[in-house]
T-cell receptor
Framework: DAGVTQSPTHLIKTRGQQVTLRCSPKSGHDTVSWYQQALGQGPQFIFQYYEEEERQRGNFPDRFSGHQFPNYSSELNVNALLLGDSALYLC???????????????FGDGTRLSIL | GNSVTQMEGPVTLSEEAFLTINCTYTATGYPSLFWYVQYPGEGLQLLLKATKADDKGSNKGFEATYRKETTSFHLEKGSVQVSDSAVYFCALVIQGAQKLVFGQGTRLTINP
């Protein structure tokens, strides 16, 4: 049973560039959330996708956008990269849209993004 | 707003010592509470959870009790092992919400 998979593992970009990160949810899951984890900090919620639509968004600028495909996989796009975007980006999947009280999210190992 | 505060790390203990990592929260409504663990180079793994007051979550020798009166969810283990070395995150979810709110994490190192 495949868990949440993310690609690439590591990525180095320069300021002003654009980046796309990819995520495949755990088998049987249909909801994907993205989190940003800065060094030494807890993850911060970016947004969540369900039924190919963004359902909830955290306090992140419009430079952060996403997409969910019919097979439930998802992409996170970040435009006009800033030094402060350097972080570990985590994808998490869950089943359904009934709230996370009884359906905990399963996390991937993340993509480490470094901005030079 | 909703927030989670964890005890500052890093925490260093000897093998077989007793562990407590403090976690307190501020939330509207009745949150569910979680502990996640992050091993080096990996994502987060759910360690345990509690969904209502006085519930006790437990897993792999770790325990935490949902204390509504003190808005706390402290993580405990009676005898830690070197393999428990990791970063531990306390988190909450508000009823009906779709996002986890995390604390800043506590790095735990266990020496043999």
């Amino acid at each position: 049973d495949a868990g949440v998979t993310q690609s690439p593992t590591h990525l180095i970009k320069t300021r002003g560039q654009q980046v796309t990160l990819r995520c495949s949810p755990k088998s049987g899951h249909d909801t994907v959330s993205w989190y940003q984890q800065a060094l030494g900090q807890g993850p911060q919620f970016i947004f969540q996708y369900y039924e190919e639509e963004e359902r909830q968004r955290g306090n992140f600028p419009d430079r952060f956008s996403g997409h969910q495909f019919p097979n439930y996989s998802s992409e996170l796009n970040v435009n006009a990269l800033l030094l402060g975007d350097s972080a570990l980006y985590l994808c998490a999947s869950s089943l359904g849209f009934a709230g996370l009280r009884h359906q905990p999210q399963h996390f991937g190992d993340g993509t480490r993004l470094s901005i030079l | 707003g909703n927030s989670v505060t964890q005890m500052e790390g890093p925490v260093t203990l000897s093998e077989e010592a007793f562990l407590t990592i403090n976690c307190t929260y501020t939330a509207t409504g009745y949150p569910s509470l979680f502990w996640y663990v992050q091993y080096p180079g990996e994502g987060l793994q759910l360690l345990l959870k509690a969904t209502k007051a006085d519930d006790k979550g437990s897993n792999k020798g770790f325990e935490a009790t949902y204390r509504k009166e003190t808005t706390s969810f402290h993580l405990e283990k009676g005898s830690v092992q070197v393999s428990d070395s990791a970063v531990y995150f306390c988190a909450l979810v508000i009823q009906g919400a779709q996002k986890l709110v995390f604390g800043q994490g506590t790095r735990l190192t266990i020496n043999p």
